[in-house]
């Protein structure tokens, strides 16, 4: 599995299973990500960088 993948869908990751992304079709990070980008008008690092500043994970409640 590429290491592209592993950074972004690690265990940390809504799926929590990085070979996800190879049962939904996608073969490489730029298809994913570009649908990404579709779908919620923002790159994956984009929501990433929004999610660290969330309540629960400043207060460390992510539970």
Known sequence: MPDVYLSYYSSGSPAG???G??????HDYQHLA?????FANG???DF???ESKA???VLGLNG
């Not at 992304?21 to 996608?26: A, I, L, S, T």
């Not at 570009?34 to 579709?38: A, I, L, T, V």
């Open 48 to 50: 990433f960088r929004e």
């Open 43 to 45: 790159s994956p690092n």
């Open 34 to 38: 570009k649908d990404y980008r579709e």
């Open 17 to 19: 299973d990085p070979a």
């Open 55 to 57: 309540p629960e994970r």
């Open 21 to 26: 992304v190879w049962e939904c079709g996608y």
